[in-house]
Nanobody, 126 residues
């Protein structure tokens, strides 16, 4: 059974940094795609960043230059380093995974993913 467990969320002031982690268990795939999504209160869940099995990445425009997605395959762990945080980054952040190879046409879309974590709250105050 695949489990994704996020951690690292919290409350920070604008301009601060957080590092999210997502540990995957029961899930190993050499042709995989993983991503971070976020959902602000009252809004839809949106893609933030994705990474494929060889480290190619894609970001939504609003986080480019501020967020970095990475993975440690030996630890089955996905990361999201978030710098220069803004109040509009406030949301629940979810880790997602699929065994399919990333396609940049859908990698930031929720329908592309089979497995989801429960999320971790990030709150940025001004």
């Amino acid at each position: 059974q695949v489990q994704l467990v996020e951690s690292g969320g919290g409350a920070v002031q604008a301009g601060g940094s957080l590092r999210l982690s997502c540990v995957a268990s029961g899930y190993t795939s050499t042709s995989s795609c993983m991503g971070w999504f976020r959902q602000a209160q009252g809004k839809e869940r949106d893609g933030v960043a994705t990474i494929d099995s060889v480290g190619n990445t894609k970001y939504t425009d609003s986080v480019k230059g501020r967020f970095t997605i990475s993975q440690d395959n030996a630890k089955n762990t996905l990361y999201l380093q978030m710098n220069s945080l803004k109040p509009e980054d406030t949301a629940i952040y979810y880790c997602a995974a699929t065994a399919f190879r990333c396609s940049w046409s859908w990698s930031l879309q929720t329908y592309g993913y089979d497995y989801w974590g429960r999320g971790t709250q990030v709150t940025v105050s001004s």
